[in-house]
């Protein structure tokens, strides 16, 4: 299956800092997710965005991050006003009926 | 919601023996399940699935048992080799969009 691809791979911020992570998916699926994966914890969903709209949003998913898909082609998460504890590994996917393939994801350290 | 976790957070096995990755789910109505392995740096790679209308599901050298008398999920490799060293999680689809993921078993294949 085609992959997705994410930029950058590793961002380093500065706390307060707004950030945006990037998604390419390769094939033009409808269904879009952002996960993250805070260093030695569990992958935790985000936000899934279907039709360019979200379609479901976790508890993490509070008003300082937003997702688009401003060129019908990128698919990108910002995060408004970057927290120490934001820093994590973000993996974008998208989802076939059932599964979902991920991209290789990008490191975000907030110092 | 659903949660998920898994009884070991490290695997050490000798390269050629079979191993046995363990899942608990908490949802009874969950329907789906996907086994992913992750290797360092990398995102979630999708292994094998199985829908809850089954309760074994074979592919190459894995093997995924489904019990849902006691919401119970594993993953056996067969013969393993070097380059199955990564993490293993397993995610849990219980009607909402997003997959609740484990928090993962590092499997280290000692020569």
């Known amino acids: 299956e085609p992959e997705v691809t994410q930029t950058p791979s590793h961002q380093v911020t500065q706390m307060g800092q707004e950030v945006i992570l990037r998604c390419v998916p390769i094939s033009n699926h409808l269904y879009f997710y952002w996960y993250r994966q805070i260093l030695g914890q569990k992958v935790e969903f985000l936000v899934s965005f279907y039709n360019n709209e979200i379609s479901e949003k976790s508890e993490i998913f509070d008003d300082q991050f937003s997702v688009e898909r401003p060129d019908g082609s990128n698919f990108t998460l910002k995060i408004r006003s970057t927290k120490l504890e934001d820093s994590a590994m973000y993996f974008c996917?998208?989802?076939?009926?059932?599964?979902?393939?991920f991209g290789q994801g990008t490191r975000l350290t907030v110092v | 919601g659903e949660s998920v976790g898994l009884h070991l957070p490290t695997l050490s096995v000798q390269e050629g023996d079979n191993s046995i990755i363990n899942c608990a789910y908490s949802?009874?109505?969950?329907?789906?399940f996907i086994w992913y392995k992750q290797e360092s740096g990398k995102g979630p790679q999708f292994i094998i699935d199985?829908?809850?209308?089954?309760d074994k599901r074979q592919g190459q050298r894995v093997t995924v048992l489904l019990n849902k008398t006691v919401k119970h999920l594993s993953l056996q490799i067969a013969a393993t080799q070097p380059g199955d060293s990564a993490v293993y999680f397993c995610?849990?689809?219980?009607?909402?969009?997003?997959?609740?993921f484990g928090k993962g078993t590092h499997l280290i294949i000692q020569p």
């Open positions: 996917a998208r989802r076939t009926n059932t599964e979902a393939f």
């Open positions: 199985i829908r809850s209308n089954m």
């Open positions: 995610a849990v689809k219980g009607g909402a969009d997003g997959l609740t």
């Open positions: 949802n009874s109505a969950s329907d789906y």
